[in-house]
């Protein structure tokens, strides 16, 4: 009796073993959120006045596409808007027990159709310069704002939404002396109030289906 209730025990184990390896099936299109690994000033300053999902301090954000059988991502990170190989983007992300700190959202079935479009925006934009200052219209792209302008719908119409920035520390209320290094180091002012985007915001959007953690 003893031996068969070791031996279920021990295919319980391996069976859920299995199901924790098996790999995550990503499609074009699916956006990942992540936590970044290097806890720079920078990093800290975005992670101080964004709300994420489940306060999961997102400080990126890029859109998976899938190319002969490998998987890229397509990210506005510094110091260019770039595609990058999946474990390299893994590699970047913090660490949660040996696996990534990302988030896959996907767009629900009603806005699949902007894919192919947002795709072919986001490639013909690799090598434009990361803006460091978040203002909109300077050929400049921060990692949220160039997936926001790439699924604008046809019709201009947003998916995403643009909501007022703040570089306000969410528990002082007060501007965060990162920031206010961060902006004089760039010789302009702080765009508080601005039209914008951020990964944590987008994280919580209605447009998305949070599919999956691999933390």
């Not at 800290?44 to 954000?61: C, G, P, Q, R």
């Amino acid at each position: 009796m003893m031996k068969r209730v070791l031996w279920i025990m021990w295919l319980l184990a391996l069976s859920v073993t299995l199901s924790a390896q098996k790999p995550f099936d990503l499609k074009t299109g699916d956006i990942l959120f992540q936590t970044n690994k290097a806890q720079t000033s920078f990093v800290k300053a975005i992670e101080n006045v964004t709300a994420s999902l489940d306060d999961l301090n997102f400080s990126h954000v890029g859109v998976v596409v899938v190319e002969d059988g490998e998987v890229f991502v397509l990210e506005a990170t510094m110091p260019v808007v770039c595609k990058t190989p999946l474990e390299k983007y893994f590699k970047q992300s913090k660490q949660v027990d040996g696996n990534p700190l990302v988030v896959v959202g996907r767009l629900k079935r009603r806005f699949w159709k902007s894919i192919p479009q947002a795709i072919d925006t986001m490639k013909s934009l690799l090598g434009k310069p990361y803006d460091y200052v978040f203002l909109p219209d300077n050929d400049k792209y921060y990692c949220s704002e160039i997936i926001y302008l790439a699924f604008l719908r046809r019709n201009g119409k947003p998916i995403f939404k643009e909501s007022p920035m703040s570089f306000k520390d969410k528990t002082t209320g007060e501007t965060s002396p990162l920031w206010i290094k961060h902006f004089e180091r760039h010789k302009t002012p702080i765009p508080e109030g601005v039209p914008g985007t951020s990964p944590g915001e987008m994280s919580r959007s209605k447009a998305l289906k949070i599919v999956h953690r691999f933390f």
